[in-house]
Each structure stands twice: as structure tokens, then as C-alpha cells.
């Protein structure tokens, strides 16, 4: 499996809430980082607990999966669920080791409206 597929698998399996599935996608010494809130894990257990206890009816859709030269994937996904009122961007760098994913580190962004201050200045899609 290349590291664009380990990505891709990743965030299917999260889509359908199986993310016990996914623990054979990640190296035993896994870092996973939220530069966002400034949380860590460094263990897969809470790290999929986290995301069991968010919920199972989130879709993570790709808008963006690529490999860097120096190895890496960098993916950008969207993130919502019928049961919750939010929904997200997030970036994420990924790194490998012997073909697993050893590092995670991901930047979440709320989706947001256009402020007040920038109406009739930029243009909302």
C-alpha cells in the first residue's frame, strides 16, 4: 500500500465510524498532534477514543491528498456530521515509518461565515 492509499483508507474507515479498523495503519510509536488546541497523543488507544467518543456519523471527505519529496502526505479534508451543528477543515502532515504512519500532525479550522467588516470587499462562494 503506498502512503497516498494508508491516507485514503485512514479517512474512508473514519468516514464509516470504524475507526478501530484503522489500527493497523499506525506505527506502535505514534505521535499525533493538535497544534490547534496544543493537544498530543501518544498513544493510538486515546487517540481513537477521542474519535470514538465524538461520535461515529462524522464524513471526512478529501478535497486535497499529496505526497511531498521528502515523503510525506499532506491531506486536506472536510468534516461534518448530521448530529452536530459545526463542521471543519483539517490539514494534515503526515510522516512513515517502515510504511506506517508515524507522526499526524493536524490543524483544524472551524468553517466560518464572512464577517461583517469584509462585506462587499471579498465574495463569499
Do not use: C
Request: hydrophobic share 35%.
Amino acid at each position: 500500500m503506498t502512503h497516498l492509499d494508508t491516507v485514503k483508507t485512514l479517512w474512508q474507515q473514519f468516514s464509516l465510524g470504524d475507526y478501530d479498523s484503522t489500527k493497523t495503519l499506525f506505527s506502535d510509536d505514534i505521535k499525533i498532534v493538535w497544534p490547534t488546541s496544543r493537544e498530543h497523543y501518544q498513544q493510538l488507544d486515546t487517540f481513537l477514543e477521542v474519535n470514538e467518543l465524538f461520535g461515529k456519523d462524522w464524513t471526512f471527505e478529501v478535497l486535497h491528498l499529496e505526497e511531498t519529496t521528502s515523503d510525506k502526505v499532506i491531506s486536506i479534508i472536510y468534516t461534518s456530521s448530521p448530529s452536530f451543528k459545526d463542521s471543519f477543515y483539517a490539514t494534515s502532515v503526515f510522516t512513515f515509518s517502515s510504511g506506517l504512519i508515524q507522526h499526524m500532525e493536524t490543524f483544524w479550522a472551524f468553517q466560518d461565515r464572512q464577517p461583517d467588516w469584509r462585506k462587499g470587499i471579498s465574495e463569499v462562494y
